[in-house]
């Protein structure tokens, strides 16, 4: 039996009201990484739109990993007690709640891109030294990056751990690891940003040796009951980099550690990739990696029409459609797609008299 968008998605012990889901985006709206209502309210009215799943942006797991010096952290025990509020609200409104857990590696320490997109903030604007599997800077020209040392990088597993740990104490039901985009754990998958020649570089088992190590160490501390997702590109679209073929392999990889779900996003290795953009362009890197390795997927990137996103899951292409620039302009998305598609959706109760 085919599932449609708007049935119930059981993933563990969480049950998910349909296969909706608002994909992580960055708000660069912190200071020392410490949520703020803006992130209350950014995550809360999507989560009164009716989405099934709500995931807070990239969360630095320690502060030398954040993108920007606005991102949001949960490198410490203090930045508990504003997660815990914003993840009560979301699971309040129905929606699972769930956080991703980034290090941005040789893409850390940017402006906010409303100030200067993607451009290295200099150490004397309060920029840091980025740390990465390799030296190499993702713009040639810019500051390098300090090699990690192996005790460094089991480290950085620990962070994520810890991370995972504090994740819980707020509340949140899904961590999702963020090894996507050009950022840490991407980093060290992809030949093109891992030059190292230890058991952290070089064959495919040790380039994906981080990524399990993170897996295991956020799984071990993560309940039985919960899932944890895996984002990843799924491609470089870049010659000699990261491809489809291994994410097939890495998936194979990680479910027997018992990462629940590949949330199947792609790019961000390199500037100037030759990206084939269009509506659900990457949605057929969810089919074949759900189709090769049995595992739940996720599809992401230029889905914004109710149809789309019903076929998506109705052909099996994925467990579930992660929206995000389209959640900027719609937080109450479910529930427009739901009219559209002639489901009956209830709205809270407080907003009864426009939806009926
Ligand atoms: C403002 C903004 C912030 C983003 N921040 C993150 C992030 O924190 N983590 C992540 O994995 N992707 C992030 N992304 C990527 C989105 O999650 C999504 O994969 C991408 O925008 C494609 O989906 P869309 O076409 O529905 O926007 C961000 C995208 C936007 C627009």
Redesign the pocket.
């Known amino acids: 039996m085919p599932n449609n968008l708007f049935d119930h998605l059981k993933i563990r012990g969480l049950e998910l009201r349909n296969r909706i889901v608002v ?5 660069y709206s912190c200071e020392d990484g410490f949520a703020t209502d803006w992130h209350l309210v950014h995550l809360g009215s999507r989560a009164v739109g009716r989405a099934g799943l709500v995931i807070a ?2 969360s630095a797991v320690e502060a030398r990993g954040r993108i920007t010096p606005a991102d949001l952290g949960i490198y410490k025990d203090e930045h508990v007690p504003m997660l815990a509020r914003i993840a009560k609200f979301v699971k309040e409104q129905g929606a699972g709640a769930g956080i ?1 857990l ?1 290090h941005a590696g040789r893409k850390a320490s940017c402006n906010v ?1 409303w100030v200067k997109r993607g451009a290295q903030l200099p150490l004397e604007e309060g920029g840091w030294q980025p740390v990465a599997p390799s030296d190499t800077p993702f713009h040639p020209g810019d500051r390098e990056s300090a090699a990690l040392t192996i005790d460094e990088i089991h480290g950085l597993t620990e962070a994520f751990a810890a991370a995972a740990k504090r994740a819980l104490a707020a509340g949140f039901q899904v961590v ?1 690891i ?1 090894g ?2 050009g950022y840490l754990i991407h980093e060290f998958l992809s030949p093109l940003a891992n030059q190292r020649t230890d058991e952290y570089g070089g064959s495919f088992h040790n380039r994906i040796r981080f990524a399990l190590d993170v897996s295991k160490a956020v799984r071990a501390v993560w309940p039985d009951d919960l899932p944890v997702f895996l ?1 990843i590109s799924a491609s470089d679209w870049a010659e000699g980099g990261w491809d489809i073929d291994q994410s097939v392999e890495l998936a194979r990889c990680v479910k027997p550690i018992g990462i629940d779900l590949i ?1 199947c ?1 792609s790019g961000g290795m390199v500037p100037n990739a030759k990206i084939e953009v269009g509506p659900g362009y ?1 949605v057929p890197f969810s089919k074949r990696i759900r189709y090769e390795t049995g595992m739940l997927t996720g599809a ?5 029409e109710p149809d789309q996103a019903d076929a998506i899951i109705r052909e099996g292409d994925a467990d579930v459609v ?7 302009r719609h937080p109450y998305w479910p529930l427009e797609a739901a009219a559209a598609l002639g489901v009956k959706l209830g709205p809270p109760v407080q907003y009864e008299r426009a939806f009926n």
Do not use: K, N, W, Y
């Not at 994909?23 to 708000?27: H, I, N």
């Not at 992401?300 to 914004?304: E, L, Q, R």
């Not at 992660?322 to 959640?327: D, N, V």
């Open positions: 994909s992580p985006m960055c708000q942006e990239a991703q980034a891109p999702e963020h996507a985009h984002r949330d996003s990457q992401v990137g230029m889905i914004t992660l929206l995000a620039r389209e959640f900027l």
